[in-house]
């Protein structure tokens, strides 16, 4: 398996842009999580799906970010417009649970860098 | 509210052991998950608790008191390549229960 794959590796925009960051989860997993990184914050959960239903979208910062997961193969973060504070590490994770809870061991994919200037 | 302590920074010696605290507080809990992540790399799952006691993969072991609300990572036989962040999770979500992480756990590691 290829693992969870994130597009692009890195962006960098200017501030007021639009930021689509992409996820493809593993197959057959079942439960998709969106993460962010900064030195000061440490890993935040944004938003999580499950069956490609959002479960708990808490995390989300505002009403600038909007993630959507199509399909079981696919999902989307969105950060319209953007800002310089949105600058972090982006990352995408999935697993496999049931009965609507996600399982205790998580696949991360490599992350997003995104630099807001 | 939910939070899980550990310590920023954590050095030790090649070769020797190194323990790695967590301290919970959190509402309904079921286990306690441990990642590594090395500098501009992703988190990856190393072990998970959901029973007191030890649990023991190669030179990685964690342990879980649910007594106490703590548990801890134990590496053994330090090797360069340990240096890293460790970051202790709750990673079950319960109903309206967030998933949350640690601040993560510096290791650095001396020759």
């Known amino acids: 398996d290829a693992g969870v794959i994130q597009s692009p590796r890195h962006e960098v925009t200017e501030m007021g842009q639009e930021v689509t960051l992409r996820c493809k989860p593993i197959?057959?997993?079942?439960?998709l999580f969106w993460y962010r990184q900064t030195m000061m914050r440490g890993l935040e959960l944004l938003i999580y799906?499950?069956?490609?239903?959002?479960?708990?979208d808490s995390g989300m910062p505002e009403d600038r970010f909007s993630a959507k997961m199509p399909n079981a193969s696919f999902s989307t973060l969105k950060i319209q417009p953007s800002e310089p504070r949105d600058s972090a590490v982006y990352f995408c994770?999935?697993?496999?649970?049931?009965?609507?809870?996600?399982?205790?061991?998580?696949?991360f994919g490599p992350g997003t860098r995104l630099t807001v200037t | 509210g939910q939070s899980l302590e550990q310590p920023s920074e954590v050095t030790a010696v090649e070769g020797a052991i190194v323990q790695i605290n967590c301290t919970y507080q959190?509402?309904?809990?079921?286990?306690l998950s441990w990642y590594q992540q090395h500098d501009g790399g992703a988190p990856t799952f190393l072990s998970y608790?959901?029973?007191?006691g030890l649990e023991e993969t190669g030179r990685f072991s964690s342990f879980l008191s649910r007594s106490d609300s703590y548990g801890y990572l134990l590496l053994q036989e330090l090797q360069m390549k340990d240096s890293a962040s460790y970051f202790c999770?709750?990673?079950?979500?319960?109903?309206?229960?967030?998933?949350?992480f640690g601040k993560g756990t510096r290791l650095h590691i001396l020759p």
């Open positions: 999770a709750d990673p079950l979500r319960r109903r309206d229960d967030k998933i949350i």
């Open positions: 994770a999935s697993s496999f649970g049931t009965s609507g809870r996600s399982s205790y061991e998580q696949y």
């Open positions: 959190t509402s309904g809990f079921y286990g």
């Open positions: 197959s057959g997993h079942n439960s």
């Open positions: 799906f499950n069956n490609n239903v959002p479960i708990d």
């Open positions: 608790n959901a029973l007191d």
